[in-house]
């Protein structure tokens, strides 16, 4: 058995010996049954809870243990066709988006991550964080704007927000590397070429580009700001129209391969089902560590202990309470 002290030793004897000194003695000068079951109860408590304070355990092996010195930057294409539902069964594409998004989260442990949306407008949605449940959770909170709000936007809106702040990020942390990746459909819906995200190449040291959707497209569902049953984007059940017919999205693979070559990275098709391929963090920037040992924890053992030493003592003093009461109460004719 090994303990973990949580106390410093020294001060810890100082409470439990003195409390389990009087409690000894109170016992040893009790008389009658009761008393002695008593004080012997407390002898035991005090000992249960020193033991408890030092968090007892058994060795379990060693665990391995993985960090990486790497910042971790995340680009999703949230305008409105990302409710294009021809992900998996008829999904909305922001479902294989978030699941992706969680997938990163735990690809790279001890990593810094940070989250970009890019709709009408590009905005830091988390900033640097090893929160990785921060991460999950802004990914499934992203909706696309409200429909009658959207505009036509590129999808590269959000190029000289992630350059500059990859540059701040390098400035700040120079050993670490910078991992970028940009998660969309590539669809272009106004009439000016995309923006170029050149300019980050030289602060990113890897990442990926993720595309979603197919080349039949799917229909998206007007998006109302008002949070329904069916989706957290808050979808109604009402489909965008284009010329009289439900308008459809469909995926721009040019455009994303072309986004990857700008960022220096490669470029692979989501599908629901197959599993994303994320590249290693660099050598230089990962630890690992094999030796950490693995404890299992008794606390919650000696915690029921104490508990059950705490109703013994309790029930005692209730039966003690009764008999005082009962002795207590008046008799005889005079009674009232």
Do not use: K
């Not at 680009?75 to 409710?83: I, W």
């Not at 459909?185 to 890897?206: C, K, L, N, R, Y």
């Not at 069916?230 to 109604?236: K, P, Y």
């Amino acid at each position: 058995m090994s303990f973990l002290p949580i106390l410093p030793p020294l001060l810890l004897a100082l409470v439990v010996v003195p409390a389990l000194a009087l409690t000894v003695w109170q016992l040893v000068r009790a008389r009658g049954a009761a008393t002695r079951t008593a004080w012997a109860l407390r002898v035991a408590l005090v000992v249960v809870c020193g033991l408890l304070a030092l968090r007892p355990g058994l060795p379990d092996g060693s665990a391995r243990t993985v960090a990486a010195d790497v910042d971790v930057f995340v680009v999703v294409d949230s305008t409105t066709s990302v409710m294009a539902e021809d992900w998996g069964d008829g999904e909305p594409r922001i479902e294989g988006v978030r699941a992706d998004v969680r997938a990163l989260a735990e690809a790279y442990p001890g990593a810094r991550f940070s989250l970009i949306s890019s709709d009408n407008s590009a905005t830091v949605r988390l900033p640097l964080t090893t929160d990785r449940g921060a991460l999950a959770v802004s990914a499934d909170v992203l909706t696309p704007p409200v429909t009658v709000y959207a505009t036509g936007s590129s999808i590269a809106v959000a190029a000289p927000l992630l350059a500059e702040t990859l540059e701040r990020a390098a400035e700040t942390s120079p050993d670490r590397a910078r991992l970028v990746f940009y998660l969309g459909d590539g669809e272009q819906t106004i009439d000016a070429p995309p923006e170029s995200f050149a300019d980050s190449a030289e602060w990113v040291d890897g990442g990926g580009v993720l595309g979603y959707g197919t080349a039949e497209g799917g229909e998206m569902r007007r998006v109302t700001g008002v949070v329904g049953a069916d989706d957290a984007g808050s979808r109604d059940d009402s489909y965008l129209q284009y010329q009289g017919e439900p308008a459809r999205s469909v995926i721009d693979e040019q455009n994303l391969q072309a986004i990857a070559d700008e960022l220096g990275v490669a470029y692979q098709h989501r599908t629901a089902g197959d599993e994303p391929t994320f590249p290693p963090a660099p050598a230089t920037t990962t630890t690992t560590d094999d030796d950490t040992a693995s404890r299992a924890e008794l606390s919650w053992v000696l915690g029921i202990a104490a508990a059950a030493l705490l109703a013994a003592l309790a029930g005692i003093d209730a039966g003690r309470i009764r008999r005082v009461r009962t002795s207590a109460r008046p008799t005889g004719e005079g009674a009232s």
